[in-house]
């Protein structure tokens, strides 16, 4: 169970995960080392699961963002586990959802280009033979970065 110091902990870490034990104390008026046991229990009870560098994807030449939704023509097992496969061996999709409706499955993309991102879902996606269906959306600007949980 989380109490108020807990969510304050984890609100602090999620604006600025490179806090040390001292700042976090400073933060919520607890010892570093309070505040470092606490942030130990919270990472060890799986409440924080790593940490991570946001990166601008422009400046690494992505200049294509997309959603990709994904229907597959035959649902089993196999081909869930076979496309699931294949997600996780692509660097361009950074997200992977299963969803409810008439997708099955919603794909968050980072592309060079239109070209790469016409080949990724031309040569890779609906190359798949558990693929029947994909639609594409391009984001033309994103209004809110992804941001933190709510604590």
Not at 17 to 34: F, V
Request: some cysteine.
């Amino acid at each position: 169970m989380l109490d108020n110091t807990d969510t304050r902990i984890l609100a602090a870490l999620q604006n600025d995960a490179h806090l040390t034990a001292h700042q976090l104390g400073e933060i919520l008026n607890l010892s570093p080392s309070q505040a470092g046991r606490r942030r130990q229990r919270l990472e060890s009870e799986g409440y924080i699961q790593g940490y991570s560098a946001r990166l601008d994807a422009t400046k690494l030449g992505l200049q294509v963002q997309g959603f990709v939704q994904v229907q597959l023509g035959v649902h089993g097992p196999e081909q869930s586990a076979s496309f699931a496969r294949l997600v996780s061996t692509r660097p361009e999709i950074t997200s992977a959802w299963t969803m409810t409706g008439e997708a099955d499955y919603l794909l968050r993309v980072y592309c060079a280009d239109l070209p790469a991102l016409n080949a990724l879902l031309h040569e890779v996606l609906l190359a798949h033979p558990a693929v029947a269906r994909v639609q594409s959306q391009i984001v033309m600007d994103q209004l809110k970065r992804d941001a933190p949980l709510p604590t």
